[in-house]
């Protein structure tokens, strides 16, 4: 069973424009952490935000944490073609990662 | 570099067989996850291992999986009379330690293991 749901499942925009991605969990974490799949790369660590953190950038990405209505956000900033894949939120919940569904990204060139 | 390696890649078997898969992880990571993916899903958490310990196993999965780690280095995860709704993505990552909480940090994971069972 899965702890995180993401928002919207699919997602499709043009090479420049923002895309925002939702994750909402149902338990207190330690942390929150987004991956990105695609089918050359497999699933690769993003970015870490801690329950006691409300923001957090790298590079392109900002992701925002909001534990009171216990939900996350990843924004990707000036995306590229190469930022098609599917992302997936995760919560650590006691030592384990518990994965959402995923949005897939399509960004068109 | 080295990052965390998978065999095999893919796996064909007939219902009822035994299979076996391998996990090699990055080397200094003491701790061994493995996962489940489905397609359209984000992977399903099975078991994981801090140096040779099984520390938690998924109450989904069933008394035909067993995993080891037996030094602490690589893991293998074996499906027994294995069933066609075993057919998946079969995912190993690993993760650097810990300060001595239960916290996880970020994962590295390997290619995956893609079973097939016809």
């Known amino acids: 069973s899965q702890q995180g749901e993401e928002d919207p499942q699919a997602l499709s925009i043009q090479e420049g424009e923002n895309a925002t991605m939702n994750c909402s969990y149902k338990?207190?974490?330690?942390?929150l952490q987004w991956y990105r799949q695609n089918s050359g790369r497999g699933l690769v660590h993003l970015i870490l935000?801690?329950?006691?953190?409300r923001e957090k950038h790298s590079g392109r990405l900002r992701v925002t944490l909001d534990t009171s209505k216990k939900s996350s956000s990843l924004l990707i900033t000036a995306s590229r073609a190469a930022d098609t894949a599917s992302y997936f939120c995760?919560?650590?919940?006691?030592?384990?990662?518990?994965f959402g569904q995923g949005t897939e990204l399509s960004v068109k060139p | 570099d080295t990052g965390v390696s998978q065999d095999p890649r893919h796996k064909i078997t007939k219902r009822g067989q035994n299979v076996t898969f391998r996990c090699d992880p990055i080397s200094e990571h003491n701790r061994l996850y493995w996962y489940r993916q489905t397609l359209g899903q984000g992977p399903e958490f099975l078991t994981y291992?801090?140096?040779?310990?099984?520390?938690?196993k998924s109450r989904l999965l069933s008394d035909r999986f067993s995993a080891e780690r037996p030094k602490g280095s690589f893991s293998t995860l074996e499906i027994q009379r294995t069933e066609q709704g075993d057919s998946a993505m079969y995912l190993c990552?690993?993760?650097?330690?810990?300060?001595?909480?239960?916290?996880?940090?970020?994962?590295?994971f390997g290619p995956g293991t893609r079973l097939t069972v016809t």
């Open positions: 990552a690993s993760s650097p330690r810990t300060s001595g909480s239960l916290e996880t940090y970020e994962q590295y």
């Open positions: 995760a919560t650590d919940l006691v030592g384990k990662l518990i």
């Open positions: 291992f801090q140096n040779e310990a099984q520390l938690e």
């Open positions: 935000i801690r329950s006691n953190e």
């Open positions: 338990t207190s974490i330690n942390n």
